[in-house]
């Protein structure tokens, strides 16, 4: 069993940033990818990025150059760096571990002036 605490989230402006800390109950040594998801209201959650354990990233076209994804195994920690948001980032962001199926319990991420 592994638990997953989101935090970071937040109300910002456009084009502001946030960024976002998952922070895991055991080490992430043993975990080959990681993943950020959102939900905004009314929509399907969606898959916002990938990491796995050497490093190889993945990005959804809407946050590619804008959003990061890293990992600090040694902190049992997954982020996501935010830069230039938009509202419609505005979302309930989720870290996930694709293999057991872990979810956390989301942070909310508003977008707005």
């Known amino acids: 069993q592994v638990q997953l605490v989101e935090s970071g989230g937040g109300l910002v402006q456009p084009g502001g940033s946030l960024r976002l800390a998952c922070a895991a109950s055991r080490s992430l040594f043993s975990i080959d990818v990681m993943a950020w998801y959102r939900q905004a209201p009314g929509k399907q959650r969606e898959l916002v990025a990938t990491i796995t354990i050497g490093g190889s990233k993945n990005y959804v076209d809407s946050v590619k150059g804008r959003f990061t994804i890293s990992r600090d195994n040694a902190k049992n920690t997954l982020y996501l760096q935010m830069n230039s948001l938009k509202p419609e980032d505005t979302a309930v962001y989720y870290c996930?571990?694709?293999?057991?199926?872990?979810w956390g319990q989301g942070t909310q991420v508003t977008v707005s002036s």
């Open positions: 996930h571990i694709p293999r057991d199926g872990y």
